[in-house]
């Protein structure tokens, strides 16, 4: 047996043309619009729309039966689970939160953190994740990741200059020219 649009109101019908030519809506409402339309004003089965439409006689018996159970709400697709997240709110929140405390306040020998130093600092708290995903994270809260100033500027080390053999009174050497 074939399946029908079935028989719609003035009001209904002229939101499904509006629907059906609309150019800023998507292309797959747009579609099923026009699937029903047929349906409704030239009065074709799921057959005959399939073969003017290009499409396969199952999909434009889905959306018709559809359109005929739930009217215009039933052309827009309902929402699809998807995959779920990899990592949870909680582990994401520990990448953000540790990457903005300071190395130092958790007892770390080291200055600033490195994507690497964050990645191990991580792991060895139960929250495995690749570097790429941690700059992700990141970029995503609004945080950009830099490279650590190794020759110009203030050092991020303290002790620096004790660790080079350097008095406090000297001044480091000038950076390299440029040629």
């Known amino acids: 047996m074939t399946v029908h649009a079935r028989s719609v109101g003035a009001e209904e019908l002229s ?8 150019r800023t809506r998507g292309a797959g409402l747009v579609r099923r619009a026009q699937i029903v339309l047929h ?5 074709w089965g799921a ?6 439409m290009g499409l396969s006689r199952k999909c434009v018996r889905f959306w018709l039966k559809r359109f005929n159970e739930q009217g215009l709400a039933g052309l827009h697709e309902a ?8 990592y949870t709110a909680e582990e994401r929140g520990t990448v953000v939160t540790t990457a903005l405390t300071a190395p130092g306040e958790l007892g770390l ?4 953190w490195t994507l690497d ?3 191990a600092y991580l792991g060895e708290r139960g929250v495995g994740m690749r570097r790429s995903r941690i700059c992700e994270i990141l970029l995503a809260e609004g945080l950009k990741w830099r490279r650590e100033e190794t020759w110009f500027g203030e050092r991020v080390d303290p ?3 004790r660790k080079r053999g350097l008095s406090s009174s000297s001044t480091p050497p000038p950076p390299p020219a440029a040629s």
């Open 109 to 112: 020998p080291f200055a600033c």
């Open 79 to 86: 929402m699809r689970s998807g995959r779920p997240p990899t």
């Open 159 to 161: 002790d620096f200059a």
């Open 39 to 43: 349906g409704v004003e030239e009065g």
């Open 15 to 22: 939101a499904l043309t509006q629907l059906a030519r609309s």
């Open 47 to 52: 057959p005959e729309i399939a073969t003017r």
């Open 117 to 119: 130093r964050l990645v």
